[in-house]
C-alpha cells in the first residue's frame, strides 16, 4: 500500500488550481443559480423542515439528544436556514454564481506530519484507528507528494 504519509486534517480549503473555471462550468453554475430563483422556496423550507425534524426525532429516540436539545437544535437550524436565505436574496446573480463556484473547490487539507500537503481529492482518508485497524496487514510505503499544477 502506497500513501503520501501521516497527517491531520485541517480543514475545507481550496484546493490549488482553484477559481480557474471554464466558462462551461460558468455557465452551468449559472443555471443552476436562476433555476434556484424559480423554486418553490415554501415547499423546499417545508420538505427541510420535515427533514430535520425527523432526524432529531430519531435522535431522541436513540437516546443520543434530549427533546429539550432536540428543540434547541431545530430552533438553531431554523435561524441559520433564515439567515442564509436572507444573504442569498440580498445577492445578485453573479455574486450567487460566484458563491456556488467558491464551494465547489473547497476540499479537505491534510497536513502531513512530515511536512507538505495532501488534498482530500488526491487521496483516501480516515481517522488514524480505523486506517489502523483497515491495513494492519499491509506493507505501507510512504511516497511523496504529488505534483500539482496551480494553473
Same mark, same amino acid.
Given at each position: 500500500?502506497?500513501?503520501?504519509?501521516?497527517g491531520?486534517?485541517a480543514g =475545507?480549503?481550496?484546493?490549488?488550481?482553484?477559481g480557474?473555471w471554464?466558462?462551461d462550468?460558468?455557465?452551468?453554475a449559472?443555471r443552476?443559480?436562476e433555476?434556484? /430563483?424559480?423554486e418553490?422556496?415554501d415547499?423546499?423550507r417545508e420538505?427541510?423542515?420535515?427533514?430535520?425534524? @425527523?432526524n432529531?426525532d430519531?435522535?431522541?429516540?436513540q437516546?443520543k439528544?434530549?427533546r429539550e &436539545?432536540?428543540d434547541q437544535?431545530?430552533?438553531?437550524y431554523?435561524?441559520?436556514?433564515?439567515e @442564509? &436565505?436572507?444573504?442569498?436574496?440580498?445577492?445578485?446573480?453573479?455574486?450567487?454564481?460566484?458563491e /456556488? /463556484?467558491?464551494?465547489m =473547490?473547497l476540499?479537505p487539507?491534510l497536513?502531513l506530519?512530515?511536512?507538505?500537503?495532501?488534498?482530500g481529492?488526491?487521496?483516501?482518508w480516515?481517522?488514524e484507528?480505523?486506517f489502523d485497524?483497515r491495513?494492519?496487514k499491509h506493507?505501507?510505503?510512504?511516497?511523496?507528494?504529488p505534483?500539482r499544477?496551480?494553473?
Open positions: 500500500m502506497f500513501l503520501f504519509g501521516r491531520v486534517y =475545507d480549503f481550496s484546493r490549488p488550481g482553484a480557474n471554464s466558462d462550468t460558468v455557465r452551468m449559472r443552476v443559480v433555476e434556484s /430563483l424559480n418553490n422556496v415547499g423546499l420538505a427541510d423542515d420535515a427533514w430535520m425534524v @425527523r432529531l430519531e435522535a431522541v429516540g437516546g439528544q434530549t &436539545e432536540a437544535n431545530l430552533a438553531e431554523r435561524r441559520l436556514r433564515a @442564509r &436565505e436572507t444573504k442569498r436574496a440580498a445577492m445578485t446573480v453573479d455574486e450567487q454564481v460566484a /456556488l /463556484l467558491t464551494g =473547490d476540499n487539507r497536513d506530519d512530515g511536512g507538505g500537503t495532501v488534498w481529492c488526491e487521496c483516501w480516515m481517522p484507528a480505523e485497524k491495513y494492519s506493507t505501507v510505503v510512504v511516497v511523496p507528494e505534483a499544477s496551480t494553473a
